[in-house]
């Protein structure tokens, strides 16, 4: 699965992005990780991860990944050091119906 982390100018996703990765590789899980900033959607994103500082942007950024599921971090997900809560985070958003937030 590829998942790509967007946030304002990429630094903060940088690091969501990095512990999910390790979270994902401990639990099994074959995604391919990328952060990035909001100006910066891949296309081809199975799932796109906000920053909730710019939830404003998730329709947006829908209409550029038409494919993606589109959901937006919770408040607490930069303090996530291990990142497993955002895995489960991204397992629950993948499973959700497209459109869901």
Do not use: N, Y
């Amino acid at each position: 699965m590829r998942i790509q982390v967007i946030c304002g100018a990429g630094a903060s996703s940088t690091f969501v992005a990095a512990r999910l990765r390790r979270a994902a590789l401990a639990a099994g899980s074959d995604w391919e990780v990328a952060a990035a900033p909001a100006d910066d959607v891949d296309p081809f994103a199975d799932v796109i991860l906000l920053g909730p500082h710019i939830a404003a942007l998730r329709e947006e950024i829908g209409r550029q990944a038409p494919r993606a599921r589109v959901a937006v971090l919770p408040e607490d997900a930069f303090t996530d050091l291990d990142g497993r809560r955002i895995h489960a985070f991204v397992v629950a958003a993948d499973s959700a119906p497209k459109g869901t937030p």
